[in-house]
Protein backbone atom coordinates (compact mmCIF):
# COMPACT_ATOMS: atom_id res chain seq x y z
CA UNK A 1 0.00 0.00 0.00
CA UNK A 2 0.79 4.11 -0.04
CA UNK A 3 1.91 5.66 2.98
CA UNK A 4 3.02 8.96 4.16
CA UNK A 5 4.54 9.34 7.68
CA UNK A 6 4.96 11.85 9.59
CA UNK A 7 4.83 13.05 13.62
CA UNK A 8 1.85 13.70 14.60
CA UNK A 9 2.95 17.04 16.38
CA UNK A 10 5.70 19.34 17.61
CA UNK A 11 6.21 22.13 19.79
CA UNK A 12 9.53 24.92 19.00
CA UNK A 13 10.21 28.25 20.13
CA UNK A 14 9.80 31.41 18.60
CA UNK A 15 12.41 32.52 17.05
CA UNK A 16 13.92 29.31 16.85
CA UNK A 17 14.10 26.43 14.07
CA UNK A 18 12.35 23.31 13.42
CA UNK A 19 12.79 20.78 10.99
CA UNK A 20 9.50 18.69 10.11
CA UNK A 21 10.51 15.25 8.63
CA UNK A 22 8.58 13.32 6.27
CA UNK A 23 9.09 9.75 5.09
CA UNK A 24 6.76 7.51 2.15
CA UNK A 25 6.48 4.32 -0.01
CA UNK A 26 4.23 5.35 -2.62
CA UNK A 27 3.57 3.93 -6.56
CA UNK A 28 6.28 5.92 -7.95
CA UNK A 29 7.52 8.99 -7.28
CA UNK A 30 6.53 12.94 -9.36
CA UNK A 31 7.43 14.92 -6.77
CA UNK A 32 6.58 15.77 -3.14
CA UNK A 33 4.86 18.97 -2.11
CA UNK A 34 4.40 20.49 1.15
CA UNK A 35 1.62 22.47 2.43
CA UNK A 36 0.64 24.68 5.33
CA UNK A 37 -2.96 24.64 7.28
CA UNK A 38 -3.86 26.87 9.61
CA UNK A 39 -7.00 25.16 11.95
CA UNK A 40 -10.14 25.58 10.27
CA UNK A 41 -8.89 26.85 6.62
CA UNK A 42 -7.65 25.19 3.51
CA UNK A 43 -4.18 23.92 2.91
CA UNK A 44 -1.84 26.31 1.00
CA UNK A 45 1.18 25.72 -0.65
CA UNK A 46 4.71 26.00 0.50
CA UNK A 47 7.03 24.00 -1.67
CA UNK A 48 7.65 21.42 -4.26
CA UNK A 49 10.71 19.13 -5.07
CA UNK A 50 10.89 16.64 -7.57
CA UNK A 51 14.67 16.08 -7.64
CA UNK A 52 16.95 15.59 -4.62
CA UNK A 53 18.80 18.32 -2.71
CA UNK A 54 17.50 21.45 -1.21
CA UNK A 55 15.04 23.89 -1.92
CA UNK A 56 14.71 27.15 -0.25
CA UNK A 57 12.26 29.55 -0.52
CA UNK A 58 12.61 32.50 2.75
CA UNK A 59 12.16 31.55 5.75
CA UNK A 60 11.25 27.56 4.58
CA UNK A 61 13.51 25.21 3.02
CA UNK A 62 12.43 21.52 1.89
CA UNK A 63 14.80 18.87 1.19
CA UNK A 64 14.33 15.44 -0.58
CA UNK A 65 16.23 12.06 -0.90
CA UNK A 66 14.55 10.00 -3.67
CA UNK A 67 16.75 7.13 -2.68
CA UNK A 68 15.87 7.55 1.13
CA UNK A 69 11.98 7.76 0.56
CA UNK A 70 12.43 10.76 2.44
CA UNK A 71 12.22 14.89 2.82
CA UNK A 72 11.77 17.53 5.73
CA UNK A 73 10.68 20.67 5.83
CA UNK A 74 12.76 23.41 7.86
CA UNK A 75 11.41 26.70 9.26
CA UNK A 76 13.88 29.32 10.09
CA UNK A 77 13.02 32.13 12.51
CA UNK A 78 9.88 31.21 13.84
CA UNK A 79 7.20 33.08 14.23
CA UNK A 80 3.87 32.91 15.79
CA UNK A 81 1.77 32.63 12.88
CA UNK A 82 3.93 29.68 11.92
CA UNK A 83 1.36 27.74 13.99
CA UNK A 84 -0.39 25.53 11.70
CA UNK A 85 -0.27 21.97 10.56
CA UNK A 86 2.13 20.76 7.71
CA UNK A 87 0.94 18.22 5.65
CA UNK A 88 3.47 16.26 2.97
CA UNK A 89 2.15 15.00 -0.02
CA UNK A 90 3.61 12.84 -2.66
CA UNK A 91 2.48 12.44 -6.19
CA UNK A 92 2.64 8.93 -7.38
CA UNK A 93 2.82 7.17 -10.69
CA UNK A 94 -0.43 7.64 -11.62
CA UNK A 95 -0.10 11.53 -10.55
CA UNK A 96 -2.49 11.37 -7.78
CA UNK A 97 -1.59 13.54 -4.64
CA UNK A 98 -1.22 10.69 -1.45
CA UNK A 99 -1.52 12.82 1.47
CA UNK A 100 0.03 12.43 4.77
CA UNK A 101 -2.31 13.09 8.09
CA UNK A 102 0.14 16.83 8.98
CA UNK A 103 2.19 17.42 11.94
CA UNK A 104 0.42 19.88 14.31
CA UNK A 105 3.11 22.59 14.76
CA UNK A 106 2.69 24.72 18.14
CA UNK A 107 4.80 27.71 18.60
CA UNK A 108 5.60 28.94 21.92
CA UNK A 109 6.96 32.77 23.20
CA UNK B 1 -7.86 38.51 -7.94
CA UNK B 2 -7.79 34.52 -9.62
CA UNK B 3 -9.18 32.43 -6.66
CA UNK B 4 -11.46 29.19 -5.94
CA UNK B 5 -14.48 29.84 -4.18
CA UNK B 6 -16.68 27.44 -2.02
CA UNK B 7 -20.64 28.43 -0.77
CA UNK B 8 -21.57 27.74 1.33
CA UNK B 9 -18.55 28.20 4.11
CA UNK B 10 -20.52 26.25 6.36
CA UNK B 11 -23.52 24.08 5.60
CA UNK B 12 -25.96 22.09 8.77
CA UNK B 13 -27.85 19.54 7.01
CA UNK B 14 -30.11 16.92 8.81
CA UNK B 15 -29.50 13.07 8.93
CA UNK B 16 -30.50 11.40 5.16
CA UNK B 17 -31.89 15.25 3.95
CA UNK B 18 -29.30 15.78 0.46
CA UNK B 19 -27.29 18.33 0.22
CA UNK B 20 -25.16 20.42 -2.43
CA UNK B 21 -21.75 21.69 -2.00
CA UNK B 22 -20.96 24.58 -4.47
CA UNK B 23 -16.95 25.16 -6.16
CA UNK B 24 -16.10 27.50 -8.69
CA UNK B 25 -12.68 29.01 -9.88
CA UNK B 26 -10.93 31.62 -11.69
CA UNK B 27 -8.20 30.58 -12.45
CA UNK B 28 -9.46 28.47 -15.59
CA UNK B 29 -7.32 25.34 -14.09
CA UNK B 30 -8.40 22.25 -16.31
CA UNK B 31 -8.50 19.83 -13.18
CA UNK B 32 -10.65 20.06 -10.19
CA UNK B 33 -11.12 18.18 -6.82
CA UNK B 34 -13.27 17.32 -3.91
CA UNK B 35 -11.30 16.18 -1.07
CA UNK B 36 -13.06 15.38 2.17
CA UNK B 37 -10.75 15.87 5.50
CA UNK B 38 -11.70 15.00 8.86
CA UNK B 39 -10.01 16.51 11.48
CA UNK B 40 -6.70 15.91 12.09
CA UNK B 41 -6.35 13.22 9.35
CA UNK B 42 -5.02 13.67 6.02
CA UNK B 43 -7.69 15.13 3.15
CA UNK B 44 -9.43 12.29 1.61
CA UNK B 45 -9.73 12.33 -2.28
CA UNK B 46 -13.54 11.75 -3.47
CA UNK B 47 -12.96 12.25 -6.94
CA UNK B 48 -11.68 14.47 -9.81
CA UNK B 49 -12.59 15.73 -13.20
CA UNK B 50 -9.74 16.62 -15.58
CA UNK B 51 -11.39 18.23 -17.93
CA UNK B 52 -14.88 16.67 -18.17
CA UNK B 53 -13.55 13.58 -18.06
CA UNK B 54 -14.93 12.41 -14.18
CA UNK B 55 -12.26 9.65 -11.64
CA UNK B 56 -14.06 8.81 -8.97
CA UNK B 57 -12.10 7.28 -6.23
CA UNK B 58 -12.53 3.09 -5.62
CA UNK B 59 -13.54 3.84 -2.50
CA UNK B 60 -15.81 6.40 -2.67
CA UNK B 61 -18.87 6.14 -1.21
CA UNK B 62 -22.11 6.24 -3.67
CA UNK B 63 -24.23 8.18 -1.68
CA UNK B 64 -21.15 11.18 -2.83
CA UNK B 65 -22.04 12.16 -6.81
CA UNK B 66 -20.36 14.89 -8.69
CA UNK B 67 -20.80 17.48 -11.46
CA UNK B 68 -18.72 19.31 -13.38
CA UNK B 69 -21.46 21.81 -15.70
CA UNK B 70 -18.57 23.69 -17.35
CA UNK B 71 -14.93 24.74 -16.64
CA UNK B 72 -15.73 26.74 -13.91
CA UNK B 73 -18.19 25.16 -11.60
CA UNK B 74 -18.47 21.48 -9.82
CA UNK B 75 -20.60 20.29 -7.22
CA UNK B 76 -20.59 18.02 -4.83
CA UNK B 77 -24.24 15.88 -4.17
CA UNK B 78 -24.36 13.90 -0.79
CA UNK B 79 -27.21 12.44 -1.25
CA UNK B 80 -28.23 10.92 2.10
CA UNK B 81 -25.74 12.31 4.45
CA UNK B 82 -24.99 10.26 7.50
CA UNK B 83 -23.45 11.49 10.88
CA UNK B 84 -20.36 9.89 9.43
CA UNK B 85 -20.07 12.66 6.27
CA UNK B 86 -19.43 15.34 8.81
CA UNK B 87 -16.57 17.11 7.79
CA UNK B 88 -14.79 19.78 5.77
CA UNK B 89 -14.96 19.59 2.45
CA UNK B 90 -12.43 20.95 0.16
CA UNK B 91 -12.12 22.03 -3.54
CA UNK B 92 -9.08 22.03 -5.52
CA UNK B 93 -7.76 23.19 -8.68
CA UNK B 94 -4.57 22.27 -11.06
CA UNK B 95 -3.40 23.01 -14.62
CA UNK B 96 -1.75 20.33 -16.65
CA UNK B 97 1.26 21.21 -18.49
CA UNK B 98 3.25 22.86 -15.75
CA UNK B 99 5.82 21.22 -14.00
CA UNK B 100 4.50 21.24 -10.79
CA UNK B 101 1.11 21.85 -10.84
CA UNK B 102 0.33 22.29 -7.37
CA UNK B 103 -3.11 22.58 -6.07
CA UNK B 104 -4.93 25.57 -5.72
CA UNK B 105 -7.64 25.21 -2.31
CA UNK B 106 -10.81 26.80 -1.62
CA UNK B 107 -11.88 28.10 1.85
CA UNK B 108 -13.63 24.51 2.33
CA UNK B 109 -16.93 23.72 3.49
CA UNK B 110 -17.89 22.78 6.79
CA UNK B 111 -20.51 19.95 7.04
CA UNK B 112 -22.95 19.28 9.87
CA UNK B 113 -25.24 16.70 10.29
CA UNK B 114 -27.71 16.67 12.82
Known amino acids: GQNIDQPTEMTATEGAIVQINCTYQTSGFNGLFWYQQHAGEAPTFLSY??LDGLEEKGRFSSFLSRSKGYSYLLLKELQMKDSASYLCAVRDSNYQLIWGAGTKLIIKP | DAMVIQNPRYQVTQFGKPVTLSCSQT?????MYWYQQKSSQAPKLLFH???????NEADTPDNFQSRRPNTSFCFLDIRSPGLGDAAMYLC?????????????FGPGTRLTVT
Open chain 2, 27 to 31: LNHNV
Open chain 2, 92 to 104: ATSLTGQDSYEQY
Open chain 2, 49 to 55: YYDKDFN
Open chain 1, 49 to 50: NV
